[in-house]
C-alpha cells in the first residue's frame, strides 16, 4: 500500500542548531514533493516545492533534498529560532491522485 | 493571511445529525480541496472542485458531499454524523494547475458528541 512517513512525531532541537526532518515514502513515484508548515489551530501553510528532476531546493535558511532512489526527502532549518516551532508536513503529488499529505513531524526549538 | 475563508471556526453536534461547512475561496483561484485532521495526523483529502465540478475524491463514504457555486466559494456536507468525524475540516483553494501550492484556510474543528 502507498504510504508517506515522516521521522519521530516530535522533535527538540537547541535553539541555533539545524534541525532535520525526514519524509520517505513508499508505492509512489511523485513528480514533486511539498513541504508545509502547521501552527496548532491553523491550517497548513506552503513553504517549498521540489520537483523530482531537483536534487536541492532553498529559501533562506530552509534547504529541501529529495532523493527519488532513496525515496526520501529531508528538510532542514538552520540556525533554528524559538519562531520555527510548529508542526512540519511533507506531501506528495502521486500524479493521478490529489495532494496527499504525511503524518507530519512537530518541531520544538528549545530556547 | 491566506485569503482563504473557512464558517464556522468550530461546531458541536451530535451523532446522527447532518452538518454543512463552508469555504471562501482566495481571489482568482477557481479549485478548491476539502481535507480531514484527525488530531495527531497530516490532513485526508476528501474530494475536490474545479469550476462547480468535483475532479477527484478520496476514501470517503458517499455521506460527504459538496458543492462548489459559480463564485467558486464551496461547501462541505456530512450526513449522518458519526464520531469518527470529530476532525478539523481544512479547506484549500488554488487556480488548477499542476504542481501547484495549495492556500489553507484556518479549518473548521468538528466535534461530534
Known amino acids: 500500500s502507498q504510504k508517506i512517513e515522516q521521522n519521530s512525531e516530535a522533535l527538540n532541537i537547541q535553539e541555533g542548531k539545524t534541525a532535520t526532518l525526514t519524509c520517505n515514502y513508499t508505492?509512489?513515484?511523485?513528480?514533486?514533493l511539498q513541504w508545509y508548515r502547521q501552527d496548532p489551530g491553523r491550517g497548513p501553510v506552503f513553504l517549498l516545492l521540489i520537483r523530482e528532476n531537483e536534487k536541492e531546493k532553498r529559501k533562506e535558511r530552509l534547504k529541501v533534498t529529495f532523493d527519488t532512489t532513496l525515496k526520501q526527502s529531508l528538510f532542514h532549518i538552520t540556525a533554528s529560532q524559538p519562531a520555527d516551532s510548529a508542526t512540519y508536513l511533507c506531501?506528495?503529488?502521486?500524479?493521478?491522485?490529489?495532494?496527499?499529505f504525511g503524518t507530519g513531524t512537530r518541531l520544538t526549538i528549545i530556547p | 493571511e491566506t485569503g482563504v475563508t473557512q464558517s464556522p471556526t468550530h461546531l458541536i453536534k451530535t451523532r446522527g445529525q447532518q452538518v454543512t461547512l463552508r469555504c471562501s475561496s482566495q481571489?482568482?483561484?477557481?479549485?478548491v480541496s476539502w481535507y480531514q485532521q484527525a488530531l495527531g495526523q497530516g490532513p485526508q483529502f476528501i474530494f475536490q472542485?474545479?469550476?462547480?465540478?468535483?475532479?477527484g475524491r478520496g476514501n470517503f463514504p458517499p455521506r460527504f458531499s459538496g458543492l462548489q457555486f459559480p463564485n467558486y466559494s464551496s461547501e462541505l456536507n456530512v450526513n449522518a454524523l458519526e464520531l469518527d468525524d470529530s476532525a478539523l475540516y481544512l479547506c484549500?483553494?488554488?487556480?488548477?494547475?499542476?504542481?501547484?501550492?495549495?492556500?489553507f484556510g484556518s479549518g473548521t474543528q468538528l466535534s461530534v458528541l
Open positions: 508505492n509512489y513515484s511523485p513528480a514533486y
Open positions: 472542485y474545479y469550476r462547480e465540478e468535483e475532479n
Open positions: 484549500a483553494s488554488s487556480s488548477g494547475q499542476v504542481n501547484e501550492k495549495l492556500f
Open positions: 481571489s482568482g483561484h477557481n479549485t
Open positions: 506531501a506528495l503529488d502521486p500524479l493521478s491522485e490529489k495532494l496527499t
